[in-house]
């Protein structure tokens, strides 16, 4: 990812990742817009965060609808923290 400016990879549906090159540390942004995630797609999205950490990135994620986002949020992140302890 060295000198890459921006690289955007289409995931599902429209859900990306944006790579932002040229920072230190590198930043991830993922911004997951989906109506819905069951927990086999936040755990998914979870290992997929917690690789690009572990390259020393600084991640963030977002997600899109207002009512359900913070549901998301709060799984996503004991996920994410049962994925590490587990790693």
Known sequence: MDG?????????????????????PPQVYVRLRNERYDDQ???SWAERL???AADGAEVYVYFKHQTAAPG??????????????AG
Do not use: C, D, N, P
Not at 75 to 84: G, P, S, T, W
């Open 50 to 52: 917690i690789g690009f």
């Open 72 to 85: 998301f949020a709060l799984r996503m992140r004991e996920l994410v923290a049962e994925a590490a302890h």
């Open 4 to 24: 890459a400016s921006a690289i955007r990879i289409r995931t599902s549906g429209f859900s990306y990742k944006e790579w932002l090159g040229g920072f230190y």
């Open 41 to 43: 797609s936040l755990r």
